[in-house]
């Protein structure tokens, strides 16, 4: 059959989009689906649409776009018939959506129409025909509407065949709130596809936390919590991924409760995966949860769960004890305990995460689109259906569990498809990397590529790499220690094409969890690759090459100055002499040296990389600025820099203080950055300074994640940060004006 879905804007980032992306590849399996966004405002979605599904674009609001209707007279009038209690979604309709969808749906051929928010199913309820079965999703919750949207509901669903909500408990609500003659109102949970890279070892004493950051998620009780967990357990992480508009207000908690380089804010991730597979234990302090999708992408992940039982989703995905912990009360207190439940507990922790691996197979993309076939059979009268035989074999099919019907594929080309090779980068325990390229179930043809080749931005260094055919189908490049040295910087990685031009390879899936407890060998010369994906997803390393090198662990910034630990890397053994050294950036670039490296400097994924027509040429490295930005040989320069003792240890650690009274007594500018050395040897032998920072994990950049407050010292206000290559400096300024904060 051939079933529709209606969506705002495939082009954005949210959970009602992934789950559409998810459904969608699993009924392409078997029938023709299609997608019809409202809107267009981007090339690509943000999501890996499978190629057989079909996509419609309704109003492109793109500028460059030959289809673009944002200058349409129309679209600046608001909408008459969206559902104005869905504020958001009212907002970004128009009177040209709705007369653009008005004429989809009266022409439209299909056996089942979807509508994905209740702006557009209002859409459905007042142009959809009877000739298919108009279907709305609902993927909030009923409590957590206005008034005003729930009247638009109680109007517009009776003209619907079906609500369905992704809880049972919230199904539950409609039916007693909202009894409809001629509706049914089911539940059928969203869909989780099973994640391409292997479950967590669950070792690595780390927290995990995804999704928006709004209030709704209550994320500063999770905070707060791990505070507790801290206190007992200070060699445990929490990482909190995702974007919104609470983010300062979290990294404010975050600094407030002293929690610096422990609570990190590491910002969004797509795929959000192998993120997953970094942690020990997810955890989830929503308030509400209609159904909880990172519950279960942490679960499909072999990662335990402890959430807050809120309704509705939480209760009816964990099974409590079982797969992870319901915490009753939504107190720090409690959701701390269960932390450190299942941090104290680690044969509990392994249990639960086996068991959350199996019970998340129950929310598989194939078993939801069983669902909806089944929904379909079971609702669709028999007068609108074009062949009653078609609907008894459908049914009969789905309900036996249907799964081998003959594939097949939309008549059109998607506007927007996914690649037909996924790349997979994986770290290996020994550091070395594997680039796997997987060809899609669907794709044919030939892989247009035999070979890899690693660029170096600074020198165009270039390093081939040969494919090779795997056990399962797939074609692999390995970089190997002992057989490859990587020169310090950033490399970018090609697809090699046989008579054509280097292609920049797609990341697809980062898989560098092994770097994420790394411990250094103190006894040989430092170098670490970091694979990450840029801002336009594309693959590349930062490669950090030291002989020697001051490996920071912990930085403690107080009222009277730093504190920093960390290890000594191929230094002499035993108890080697240490200063450190603060060494102010030269004059020339105090001022800028500011903005670049704490606020505007381009960030690892906006780099200026070589385009597909400067291969041969010469690209800027990002750190050349960094490498330069402190000059040790300024003896003529009073105050140029501040030597102080540090202390070193028999286990190779290292401890450094710098009291922020002794950069004010140096000043001579109002805006200053220090760049911090430890030289090893005695007065009189000194060796080379050794620059500080934090290279020995997974995170290729530092400056966006691990942020330390402001100390007010006097007329300045200080702080630590990393450069933007996780190098340790600290920053000098002085306190705003008026009621200006410090960015």
């Known amino acids: 059959m051939k079933i529709v879905f209606l969506i705002q804007n495939l082009y954005g980032i949210g959970g009602t989009i992934r789950s559409t992306v998810n459904l969608t590849a699993a009924l392409a399996e078997r029938h023709e689906v299609e997608v019809v966004s409202i809107l267009r405002t981007a090339d690509q979605p943000s999501f890996d649409i499978d190629a057989r599904v079909r996509v419609r674009d309704l109003v492109d609001l793109r500028e460059s776009s030959p289809d673009f209707a944002g200058d349409d007279p129309r679209q600046a009038q608001p909408s008459e018939d969206a559902a104005r209690g869905d504020t958001r979604g009212h907002h970004h309709c128009s009177l040209l959506t709705d007369q653009r969808m008005a004429a989809y749906l009266a022409e439209c051929d299909a056996d089942m129409v979807i509508a994905t928010r209740p702006a557009l199913l209002a859409y459905l309820a007042k142009y959809g025909t009877r000739r298919y079965l108009k279907v709305g999703q609902e993927h909030w919750i009923h409590n957590g509407h206005s008034q005003r949207l729930r009247a638009d509901l109680r109007e517009l669903c009776p003209d619907l065949d079906v609500l369905v909500t992704v809880s049972e408990g919230d199904a539950e609500v409609y039916r007693t709130k909202m009894p409809f003659a001629d509706t049914a109102v089911v539940s059928i949970p969203n869909s989780v596809p099973q994640p391409k890279v292997g479950p967590s070892t669950l070792d690595t004493k780390t927290i995990v936390a995804a999704g928006r950051l709004i209030t709704v998620k209550r994320y500063p009780l999770l905070i707060e919590a791990f505070a507790k967990v801290a206190a007992e357990r200070p060699d445990w ?61 942490a679960m499909r992940c072999g990662v335990p769960v402890v959430s807050v039982d809120c309704p509705y989703g939480p209760g009816e995905i964990i099974s409590h004890g079982n797969d992870g912990l319901l915490v009753p009360e939504a107190t720090p207190s409690a959701l701390a305990d269960a932390l450190l439940r299942l941090i104290e507990d680690e044969p509990l922790r392994h249990a639960m995460g086996a068991a959350a691996l199996r019970n998340a197979q129950r929310f598989d993309p ?111 490049a390995r970089l190997d220690r002992g057989a490859h040295r990587l020169a310090e910087g950033r490399w970018d990685v090609y697809q090699v094409r046989p008579g054509k031009r280097r292609r920049r390879l797609a990341a697809g899936l980062c ?183 934090r290279f020995c994990d997974d995170i290729a950049e530092r400056k966006g994640v691990e942020r330390y407050p402001h100390q007010q010292v006097e007329d300045a206000l200080i702080r630590p940060f990393y450069t933007a290559g996780n190098e340790l400096s600290v920053r000098v300024i002085p306190p705003p004006v008026e009621d200006e904060s410090p960015v």
């Open 511 to 693: 898989d560098s969890r092994a770097l994420v407890n790394a411990f250094p060998d103190l006894r040989r010369p430092l170098e670490t690759w970091t694979p990450y994906a840029t801002d336009t997803g594309e693959l590349s390393l930062a490669v950090r090459a030291r002989t020697m090198h001051a490996e920071v662990t912990d930085v403690v910034s107080a009222s009277t100055g730093l504190t920093v630990h960390g290890l000594l890397i191929n230094l002499p053994e035993g108890r080697p002499a240490l200063t450190l050294l603060a060494v102010r950036r030269v004059a020339r670039r105090a001022a800028a040296s500011l903005d670049q490296d704490e606020l505007t400097a381009p960030s690892l994924d906006e780099e200026t990389a070589p385009s597909l027509d400067q291969d041969e040429e010469t690209a800027p490295l990002l750190d050349q600025d960094e490498q330069a930005a402190s000059s040790l040989d300024q003896d003529d320069v009073p105050g140029a820099r501040i030597a102080l003792r540090a202390q070193s240890h028999l286990d190779g650690r290292f401890s450094c203080s710098m009291p922020y009274q002794r950069l004010l007594e140096a000043r001579s500018h109002s805006h200053e950055v220090w760049d911090l050395y430890l030289r090893p040897g005695e007065e009189g032998q000194e060796g080379e300074p050794i620059r500080l920072g």
């Open 237 to 297: 992480r929490l990482r909190l991924y995702g974007k919104g508009p609470e983010a300062p207000h979290l990294q404010q908690v975050i600094d407030d409760l002293g929690l610096n380089g422990r609570a990190l804010m590491m910002g969004p991730r797509s795929p959000i995966e192998t993120e997953w597979a970094k942690g020990s234990i997810a955890a989830v302090s929503s308030q509400l949860e209609s159904f909880g999708m990172t519950i279960v992408e």
């Open 366 to 476: 194939a078993e939801i689109a069983l669902r909806y076939e089944r929904l379909y059979a079971e609702h669709m009268p028999a007068r609108r259906v074009r062949g009653l035989a078609r609907l008894r074999d459908l049914g009969a099919r789905t309900i036996a569990g249907a799964r081998s019907l003959v594939p097949r594929k939309a008549a059109d080309q998607p506007l927007a498809a996914q690649a037909p090779v996924t790349t997979h980068c994986l770290v290996r325990q020994d550091g070395g990397l594997t680039i796997r390229l997987i060809r899609e179930p669907w794709a044919t043809g030939a892989l247009a590529t035999n070979a890899l080749a690693l660029r170096h931005r600074g020198t165009a260094t270039t390093i081939e790499l040969p494919l090779v055919p795997a056990e399962d189908g797939a074609m692999e």
